[in-house]
């Protein structure tokens, strides 16, 4: 069974860049088809789904969030990770990583259990 598990600071300053990581166990990220994916919930609001990179390591990104996301992946080590830049209090949000069936399918069959980051001074 695969296991995500997120991890980076819970509190970033305005303008900074939010890092975060997510650990898979149980299951190679280079496995086809997998896309391994950053999704985010604000307070008060419903999921976004942010980008994700594939088993093939091509990335994609909402296009709203395109010129300040960056994912990318270390696969001697089966992580993950997101670097969003230059953020607001409006990046405050629970992050989820997951593993969709394929990118853009949004079938997410394994979660981790999210990491809260405040954006503030």
């Known amino acids: 069974q695969v296991q995500l598990q997120e991890s980076g600071p819970g509190l970033v300053k305005p303008s900074q860049t939010l890092s975060l990581t997510c650990t898979v166990s149980g299951g190679s990220i280079t496995t086809s088809y997998y896309a391994w994916t950053w999704i985010r919930q604000p307070p008060g609001k419903g999921l976004e789904w942010m980008g994700a990179?594939?088993?093939?390591?091509?990335?994609y990104y909402s296009p709203s969030l395109k010129s300040r996301a960056s994912i990318s992946r270390d696969t001697s080590k089966n992580q993950f990770s997101l670097q969003l830049s230059s953020v607001t209090p409006e990046d405050t949000a629970v992050y989820y990583c997951?593993?969709?069936?394929?990118?853009?399918?949004?079938?997410?069959?394994?979660w981790g259990q999210g990491t809260q980051v405040t954006v503030s001074t």
């Open positions: 990179i594939a088993y093939d390591g091509t990335t």
């Open positions: 997951a593993r969709d069936l394929r990118v853009g399918v949004l079938d997410f069959g394994s």
